[in-house]
């Protein structure tokens, strides 16, 4: 058995959270319950926030992190501890550790027991992403690169409705009911 390369090491704490940010990202894209968290989200019955989670990563993943930040506080405003986890790389990233410093107690408290969990979305038997797809995400991570989607996935985020420039984050995309389907095909490159 052939061990794994060594990981890249990075001189600097924000160096280190935006890699950490990134294969966290490539993680929630890639759990089975990412494409069923996400239609969720974009259910205008009920609109879940861990499906938040996941939309946020997709944002990260297509440079829209000023977006990102908005659906993850979203989501860790619901309960959702990964969000929480997932800001507190952001400004850990940023070197805004006052921040930093309370996304992570918030996370912390979210994993206490006997606080009430966000249930997970049930699985699907269909994956967020074509495989070829998140297997790359997980190698460009793993190589020390800023992990991003092929150009055609790309575009269906790109294309997303925007209803108006919010003050603090600027453009935040809106999922749409058709987002999972668009995402779940094969890249054309």
Known sequence: MTPFPALPSYPSAHEQAAHDLDLAVALIVDAPEAAAGLARLADQDRIEPEGAVVFAALLHLTGHKEAALFWWQFAAGGGSRTAAFCLYLVHQQRAEFRDAEYWRG??????????????????????????????????????????????????????????????????????????TVDLAGEPAG
């Open 106 to 179: 918030q996370s912390r408290r979210l994993s206490r027991p006997g606080h009430v969990r966000l249930a997970p979305a049930p699985s699907t038997s269909c994956p967020l992403l074509p495989e070829s797809v998140r297997h790359d995400l997980i190698s460009q991570c793993r190589s020390g690169r800023h992990p991003s989607l092929p150009a055609s996935l790309e575009a269906v985020i790109n294309r997303l409705r925007v209803d108006s420039a919010d003050e603090d984050f600027g453009e935040v995309p809106q999922p749409a009911a058709t987002l």
